[in-house]
């Protein structure tokens, strides 16, 4: 069965510092993988996409790289704020509609 | 202002009802999916519908029941037969890009 694992669950950072989350996938065949913010009682919105042959993607403060060989992603939060607190979800889309959810990581910035 | 909405935000529901989920998109996207999501796990496919008149099972469809007459809407039902039913539901369409756009989602809870 496919599978997305994040890590970490959760951190704590405080305003103004990186960090960078996790993701590792056995999705295939693989067409790309997103990292969307999910604000408590919210939607997830997409952050950044990336297909097969990209191995990184900005938006903003936020960097997402992809290892297709090593099935691995990484998103960096750069000079994290307060708005940043969330949950960060990595998702992996097959060819054929088919979405694979990982179980997100929760960011808590404090000042 | 196109987008995917869901009603109602807050819905309760008694032991034995059914209840129904409303979700609504002008995003004139073919496919469209329901989700649930639980603390700390990952999202959860229910159903999914591809072209109106047509939909099929996700990895946790008992219980649940949907219809599409249309291609803008896709609603949930909760079954009495669904017997753990309180959770997050988030509905969403996806574009030719794999894209989901999510609606704001909807808290039930059985009282």
């Known amino acids: 069965k496919n599978q997305v694992e994040q890590s970490p669950q959760s951190l704590i950072i405080l305003e103004g510092k990186n960090c960078t989350l996790q993701?590792?996938?056995?999705?295939?065949?693989?067409?790309?993988l997103r990292w969307y913010k999910q604000d408590t009682g919210r939607g997830p919105v997409s952050l950044t996409i990336?297909?097969?042959?990209?191995n990184t993607k900005s938006n903003g403060r936020y960097t997402a790289t992809l290892d297709a060989d090593t099935k691995q992603s990484s998103l960096h939060i750069t000079a994290s704020q307060l708005s940043d607190s969330a949950s960060y979800i990595c998702?992996?889309?097959?060819?054929?509609?088919?979405?694979?959810f990982g179980a997100g990581t929760t960011v808590t910035v404090r000042a | 202002d196109g987008g995917i909405t869901q009603s109602p935000k807050y819905l309760f529901r008694k032991e034995g009802q059914n209840v129904t989920l409303s979700c609504e998109q002008n995003?004139?996207?073919?496919?469209m999916y329901w989700y649930r999501q639980d603390p700390g796990q990952g999202l959860r496919l229910i159903y999914y519908?591809?072209?109106?008149?047509?939909?099929q099972k996700g990895d946790i469809a008992e219980g649940y029941s949907v219809s599409r007459e249309k291609k803008e809407s896709f609603p949930l039902t909760v079954t009495s037969a669904q017997k753990n039913p309180t959770a997050f539901y988030l509905c969403?369409?996806?574009?030719?890009?794999?894209?989901?756009?999510f609606g704001q989602g909807t808290r039930l809870t059985v009282v």
């Open positions: 998702v992996v889309s097959e060819y054929d509609y088919k979405l694979s």
């Open positions: 993701c590792n996938y056995t999705v295939s065949p693989f067409s790309n």
């Open positions: 990336m297909t097969f042959s990209e």
């Open positions: 995003l004139n996207h073919d496919a």
């Open positions: 519908s591809q072209i109106v008149n047509d939909f």
């Open positions: 969403a369409s996806i574009n030719r890009d794999t894209e989901a756009f």
